[in-house]
């Protein structure tokens, strides 16, 4: 029987996991490593982060025919086709799917004070001791106007907090520019300040900026996502630090090894990399899954084509701005905000949970 191995339970690991359980019928057996025993429900951690209790979804639990192996990865050998744990331990693969995700990427200023993250799960927790700690009324800065800064910013500000948002670049660059406009008058109606400078660095209780010294009880840097060392055993990376794979998800010179979510190197018709987003992941989950079981089985595999619908940013409770795209991901004039663009959010999260883990 084939062995198709899963490096990271998310989005796209644990969807392609699902998937192969379901299709792979008799004639394969998969197993997914994941550093937590429980699926992490990342487009949550702004929630987490602010004092929110998530539902628990087991890993165990996905399918009887998948096994869970709860460690790390340390190491990849694709040359002996098998991956190598932090305890020790070795699991050999006829297939591997790479879908370890992403965490923050390191900032480009000097830190000397603490500095916190939303980025995986660990880290939301730290940062959830930390608000609870933090006075309310004292100042709260996030470094990142990007879709987790905003949505981490304005849930701070839902709980009270008075929470001011540094962005050195174009807000929302990714929304048509009615929808830029109209969230730049939104964020002080929402408590948040946005403030146009670039961080230079973090000390205790203070950070250097373009505009001078700013006092902030708790910074959190919202900077952007980066994968991990991990693939780079396996082969090129791109300028994002994603594992560079053909149109089929597979790494060049070690066809047998599959990349799926943020840690995947795919670009779209036109060249420009794809999203990290779990809008992205669960399709090509999904995708790496059939190619695996095609590759061990001696079949043609098939490409990943993504096509978008838009963007949701939460806006704290209730709220929130959805921008319309084509399936390129360009931005229509199509945007609408509110409760309506909120259960969009929701029903969009609960359905990227539900494809990964089956509740
Ligand atoms: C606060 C926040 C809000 C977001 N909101 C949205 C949103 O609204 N819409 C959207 O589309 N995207 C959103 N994103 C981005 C989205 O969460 C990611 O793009 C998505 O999680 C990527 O899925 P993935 O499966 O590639 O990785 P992940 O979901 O990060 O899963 C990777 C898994 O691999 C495990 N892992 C990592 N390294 C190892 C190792 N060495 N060994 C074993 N296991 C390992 C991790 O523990 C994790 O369980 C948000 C992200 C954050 C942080």
């Given at each position: 029987?084939?062995?198709?191995?899963?490096?990271?339970?998310g989005?796209?690991?644990?969807?392609?996991?699902?998937?192969?359980?379901?299709?792979?019928?008799?004639r394969s057996?998969?197993?997914?490593?994941?550093?937590?025993?429980?699926?992490?429900?990342?487009?949550r951690m702004?929630q987490?982060?602010?004092g929110?209790i998530?539902?628990?979804?087991?890993?165990?639990?996905?399918?009887?025919?998948?096994?869970?192996?709860v460690?790390?990865?340390?190491r990849?050998d694709p040359?002996?086709?098998?991956?190598?744990?932090?305890?020790?331990?070795?699991?050999?693969?006829d297939?591997?799917?790479?879908?370890?995700?992403?965490a923050a990427?390191?900032?480009?200023?000097?830190?000397?004070g603490?500095?916190?993250?939303?980025?995986t799960?660990?880290?939301?927790?730290?940062?959830r001791?930390?608000?609870?700690?933090?006075v309310?009324?004292?100042?709260?800065?996030?470094?990142?106007?990007?879709?987790t800064?905003?949505?981490?910013?304005?849930?701070?500000?839902?709980?009270?907090?008075?929470?001011?948002?540094?962005?050195?670049?174009?807000?929302?660059?990714?929304a048509?520019?009615r929808?830029?406009?109209w969230?730049?008058?939104?964020?002080?109606?929402?408590?948040?300040?946005?403030?146009a400078?670039?961080?230079?660095?973090?000390?205790?209780?203070?950070?250097q900026?373009?505009?001078?010294?700013?006092?902030?009880?708790?910074?959190?840097?919202?900077?952007?996502?980066?994968?991990?060392?991990?693939?780079?055993?396996?082969?090129?990376l791109?300028?994002?630090?994603?594992l560079?794979?053909?149109r089929?998800l597979?790494?060049?010179?070690?066809?047998?090894?599959?990349?799926?979510?943020?840690?995947?190197?795919v670009?779209?018709?036109?060249?420009?990399?794809l999203r990290?987003?779990c809008?992205t992941?669960?399709?090509?989950?999904?995708?790496?899954?059939?190619?695996?079981l095609?590759i061990?089985?001696?079949?043609?595999?098939q490409?990943?084509?993504m096509?978008?619908?838009?963007?949701n940013?939460?806006?704290g409770?209730?709220?929130?701005?959805?921008?319309?795209?084509?399936?390129?991901d360009?931005?229509?004039?199509?945007?609408?905000?509110?409760?309506?663009?909120?259960?969009?959010?929701?029903?969009?999260?609960?359905?990227?949970?539900?494809?990964?883990?089956?509740?």
């Amino acid at each position: 029987m084939k062995h198709i191995v899963i490096v990271g339970g998310g989005y796209a690991g644990a969807t392609a996991a699902h998937w192969i359980a379901r299709l792979g019928r008799q004639r394969s057996r998969v197993t997914l490593i994941n550093e937590r025993a429980e699926f992490s429900e990342r487009v949550r951690m702004h929630q987490l982060a602010s004092g929110k209790i998530l539902p628990t979804r087991r890993l165990a639990e996905l399918s009887a025919r998948v096994r869970l192996i709860v460690g790390r990865v340390e190491r990849v050998d694709p040359a002996d086709r098998r991956v190598l744990l932090a305890d020790g331990g070795t699991v050999s693969y006829d297939s591997l799917i790479l879908a370890p995700g992403s965490a923050a990427r390191q900032p480009d200023f000097e830190v000397s004070g603490p500095l916190h993250s939303v980025a995986t799960h660990q880290e939301a927790l730290r940062l959830r001791a930390a608000v609870a700690s933090t006075v309310v009324g004292d100042p709260v800065t996030v470094i990142g106007a990007g879709l987790t800064g905003l949505e981490l910013a304005t849930e701070l500000s839902a709980v009270g907090h008075r929470v001011r948002v540094l962005e050195s670049d174009t807000l929302a660059a990714w929304a048509h520019h009615r929808a830029r406009r109209w969230l730049r008058a939104e964020l002080p109606r929402l408590g948040v300040e946005l403030v146009a400078t670039t961080v230079r660095g973090v000390e205790a209780g203070l950070l250097q900026t373009d505009l001078g010294e700013l006092r902030s009880a708790l910074t959190v840097w919202a900077g952007g996502f980066v994968p991990p060392d991990l693939l780079g055993d396996c082969g090129q990376l791109n300028e994002r630090g994603q594992l560079i794979v053909d149109r089929a998800l597979r790494v060049p010179g070690h066809p047998e090894v599959l990349v799926a979510g943020d840690s995947a190197g795919v670009v779209d018709q036109a060249g420009r990399p794809l999203r990290m987003a779990c809008q992205t992941a669960v399709p090509m989950g999904a995708r790496a899954a059939g190619n695996a079981l095609r590759i061990v089985h001696g079949r043609p595999v098939q490409r990943f084509r993504m096509r978008y619908v838009g963007t949701n940013l939460a806006l704290g409770p209730g709220h929130g701005l959805t921008q319309v795209s084509d399936f390129d991901d360009s931005p229509l004039p199509v945007y609408f905000t509110g409760p309506a663009s909120a259960r969009v959010k929701e029903i969009a999260s609960r359905g990227a949970a539900w494809s990964a883990t089956g509740s």
